[in-house]
């Protein structure tokens, strides 16, 4: 049974295939036409749109995967995939459930216990309080840890019902509103807080667990791009560790998972500042984000799940994993960015996906599909792989320059700017950057940007097309050769070069979209105002 749907339904029942394994769908009244359900070797529908009437009616799914026979539920991500009754109900029904025990389910999912138990097994935290505390002694507790703390849910996720305070009396305010947000969204009241640490990256490591006592990792994630804690995009490895720092967090992520015999496939997530790092949760259950370390560790982790539910052993050592190359994903919401991500619904008229050899998609639509506001609003999953990050960086753009889906409005446009117009090229962002600096009127600018001029040149198997004129300065009484390359990406890169093809350093060449404004900047900005001896000085 599996008990999800959209892109991780059928990335669940693809795995299955291929271990020669049947599947039955489920699906709500709203998703009865959808990609996924249309896909389904077996398809019952499970209840109305509503999402506790149909993905999270514990009871009813059970009852379906014993009337058709099922031995075992997959979660996938999301919904029920870390409710500990949920995995209850299934062991109880007799029918394996694919994921961890619920007693680290329980464990795990309250913050304040899974502090305590990695805390114990010398994983770093930030200092914080526990979970069973009032307001008057989370405040005082505060004074003592000092100020800006973050105050969260103990059950909670995703974002909800986090609070930054700098005050006592911002603290006041803030815990009555935090609680109520809890309750609302979790069933629970209950919150915390921990020290508040500004400007982090978030760094996530991969780890498995099975039911002999073997806990390996595959490596760390980067996924620091997101707006109001929710991820857009994630890449394997993480880059811009030191050697040390990524063992270091490695080895506490295996240490997280030994401090409840976790079995299955599940993710320890940290905050990362500088050299430092700090346990943040952990997420028991598969991730949004897992095909790029499927890409860089060749290892099919769904495939995994269900041969260490069977009960088999991790076929490897730790020795054995190996991260080979770079992989990005971008999470293609049906969303708008130029009016604050808000969800967008529709028929998608027309679909071109970007194909090679280095890309994969795991999507739920297709052309003609419609998009509904009942659920989560991604589309796809885009990862591209490279052997670098800066080749996987290269890739990207192109794949999403080269993608084409009309009828709906999507976050396409905004990842292209990511590439683009931030600093994510040099360096990943930390968590609060898209917030601070991203806005509607920079994608604008990027689609100003990424306008063709009509004498431009795609290359033909990767050649690009090159051109060689004369300038003449009268300035410095000089003439220049001019290289003039048509870029990848519909861009032109001029560039001064000697008589024996030497080309300038960087800092005097020019980059546009204009093949007349890249010239005339390079002659303007360059070529009247620098002496030869200056932009060839080994000339």
Not at 27 to 37: L, V
Not at 100 to 126: C, Y
Not at 291 to 313: I, K, M, W
Request: charged share 30%; net charge negative; aromatic share 8%.
């Amino acid at each position: 049974m599996i008990a999800n749907r959209g892109e991780i339904a059928l990335r669940i029942d693809r795995a299955c295939k291929e271990l020669g394994i049947k599947t039955t769908f489920i699906a709500s009244e709203a998703d009865r036409d959808s990609h996924f359900a249309r896909s389904a070797e077996e398809l019952v529908i499970i209840g109305p749109a509503a999402a506790k009437d149909s993905y999270l009616a514990m009871d009813k799914i059970v009852a379906v995967a014993k009337e058709k026979g099922c031995d075992a539920v997959h979660p996938g991500y999301g919904f029920l995939s870390e409710n500990a009754d949920f995995a209850r109900k299934v062991q109880q029904a007799g029918l394996t459930f694919i994921g961890p025990d619920p007693e680290s389910i329980d464990a795990l999912g309250s913050k304040t216990e899974a502090r305590k138990r990695v805390q114990e097994r010398g994983v770093p935290t930030t200092a914080g309080a526990p979970g069973n505390l009032s307001d008057a002694e989370l405040i005082a507790l505060a004074e003592k840890v000092g100020f800006p703390i973050i105050i969260k849910a103990v059950a909670g996720g995703g974002g909800r019902g986090m609070r930054i305070v700098n005050s006592l009396e911002e603290m006041r305010e803030a815990l009555p509103r935090a609680r109520a947000e809890a309750l609302k969204n979790f069933s629970n009241d209950a919150v915390y807080f921990e020290q508040y640490i500004s400007e982090p990256r978030h760094v996530e490591v991969q780890i498995f667990g099975d039911s002999h006592g073997n806990v390996v990792h595959f490596g760390t994630r980067d996924c620091s791009t997101q707006r109001r804690h929710q991820k857009l995009v994630e890449e394997a490895p993480a880059p811009f560790l030191s050697p040390d720092l990524r063992r270091r967090i490695e080895s506490a992520a295996v240490e997280a998972a030994r401090s409840v015999g976790y079995k299955n496939a599940g993710t320890a997530e940290f905050l990362v500042k500088d050299e430092k790092f700090y346990f943040l949760e952990m997420n028991t259950r598969i991730q949004v984000e897992h095909p790029v370390t499927e890409v860089v560790s060749g290892v099919d982790l769904v495939q995994l799940q269900l041969r260490v539910a069977q009960g088999e052993a991790i076929p490897w050592e730790q020795k054995d994993i190996r991260i080979r190359g770079h992989a990005i994903e971008f999470r293609i919401y049906a969303e708008d960015p130029e009016n604050n991500f808000s969800p967008c619904k529709g028929r998608i008229r027309t679909l071109k996906r970007p194909q090679a050899d280095y890309i994969r998609e795991d999507g739920a639509f297709e052309e003609g599909d419609d998009v509904v506001l009942f659920y989560d609003a991604m589309l796809s999953k885009l990862i591209v792989y490279g052997a670098t990050r800066e080749e996987a960086i290269a890739r990207s753009y192109e794949a999403l320059r080269e993608y084409e889906l009309e009828g709906i409005t999507t976050t396409l446009p905004f990842h292209r700017w990511l590439l683009r117009n931030s600093p994510f090229r040099a360096a990943p962002l930390d968590i609060g950057y898209l917030g601070r600096e991203y806005s509607a009127e920079s994608l604008r600018a990027l689609r100003a940007s990424e306008i063709r001029d009509p004498s431009y040149v795609e290359p033909i198997a990767g050649a690009e097309k090159r051109e060689i004129f004369e300038y003449k300065c009268r300035r410095f009484d000089a003439t220049y050769q001019v290289e003039l390359t048509h870029r990848r990406g519909g861009l032109f890169l001029a560039c001064p070069i000697t008589e024996l093809g030497n080309r300038a350093a960087p800092n005097y060449c020019r980059l546009s979209n204009g093949r007349t404004a890249v010239m005339e900047s390079l002659t303007q900005e360059v070529l009247e105002v620098s002496p030869p001896a200056e932009i060839f000085p080994s000339r």
